[in-house]
Antibody, heavy 118, light 109 residues
C-alpha cells in the first residue's frame, strides 16, 4: 500500500514562496497521478493540482499563475512550489494519489500545516 | 467551475439511527461523484466513488446514490466511529478542475 509523507517549512513569510515535498513509498511512482490538496483551518478542501511520472501536469486555474508541481522519480518524491503567498494560503497541505483514469483520491499523507505570516 | 453544495451543514443523529447527507452540483456531473470522511486531525478517507461504489474496506452500512446533480450518502445504522465531517467531490470535467463541497458535520445527538 502506498504511503505519502509531506515535509517542508511550517512558516512562510508573505510574498515568499511556499515549498513542500511529498515522499512516496510502498508503490511505484508510475502507478498514480500525484496530487496536492489543501485545507484552510476549519474549512473545506481545495484541489491544487497533480503531476504524472512523465512530468505532465494539471493545475487549479485559480492557482496556476503561482504554482509549480514537479517530480523526481529517482527519489520517489514530488514537490509543490507556490509563489507570492498571502495569509489566504495558510492551510494544511496534503499530498495524495489520484487514481489513473478517474479523478478520485485514494491515499493521503497526514498533511502539514503551513502558516503564512511575517 | 462546478460548485458543490452540501446540506445540511450539521446533522445531529443518535447512534444506531440512519443518517442521510445530500450533495448538489451546479451542473450535471453524471456519476462522477465521490464521498470522503474526515475525522479531526486526520486526512480525508475515500468512502464512495462513481456515486455508489464503495471503496476498499468501507463497511456496507455506507451507501451512495444519485446522478446528474443530486446525490445522497446514507449511513444505515450509525456507529460511534462514523461521527465525522463528510465531503462530496466531483471529478467530471476536462481539463480537470476537481471541486469539493463545503462538508457536512455529522454529530452525536
Amino acid at each position: 500500500q502506498v504511503q505519502l509523507q509531506e515535509s517542508g517549512p511550517g512558516l512562510v513569510k508573505p510574498s515568499e514562496t511556499l515549498s513542500l515535498i511529498c515522499t512516496v513509498s510502498g508503490d511505484s511512482i508510475s502507478s498514480y497521478y500525484w496530487s496536492w490538496i489543501r485545507q484552510p483551518p476549519g474549512k473545506g478542501l481545495e484541489w491544487i493540482g497533480y503531476i504524472y511520472y512523465s512530468g505532465s501536469t494539471n493545475y487549479n486555474p485559480s492557482l496556476k499563475s503561482r504554482l509549480t508541481i514537479s517530480i523526481d522519480t529517482s527519489r520517489n518524491q514530488f514537490s509543490l512550489k507556490l509563489s507570492s503567498v498571502t495569509a489566504a494560503d495558510t492551510a494544511v497541505y496534503y499530498c495524495a494519489t489520484r487514481r489513473k483514469g478517474i479523478g478520485i483520491f485514494d491515499y493521503w499523507g497526514q498533511g502539514t500545516l503551513v502558516t503564512v505570516s511575517s | 467551475e462546478i460548485v458543490m453544495t452540501q446540506s445540511p451543514a450539521t446533522l445531529s443523529v443518535s447512534p444506531g439511527e440512519r443518517a442521510t447527507l445530500s450533495c448538489r452540483a451546479s451542473q450535471s456531473v453524471s456519476s462522477d461523484l465521490a464521498w470522503y470522511q474526515q475525522k479531526p486531525g486526520q486526512p480525508p478517507r475515500l468512502l464512495i466513488y462513481g456515486a455508489s461504489t464503495r471503496a476498499t474496506g468501507v463497511p456496507p452500512r455506507f451507501s451512495g446514490s444519485g446522478s446528474g446533480t443530486e446525490f445522497t450518502l446514507t449511513i444505515s445504522s450509525l456507529q460511534s466511529e462514523d461521527f465525522a465531517v463528510y465531503y462530496c467531490q466531483q471529478y467530471n470535467n476536462w481539463p480537470p478542475m476537481y471541486t469539493f463541497g463545503q462538508g457536512t458535520k455529522l454529530e452525536i445527538k
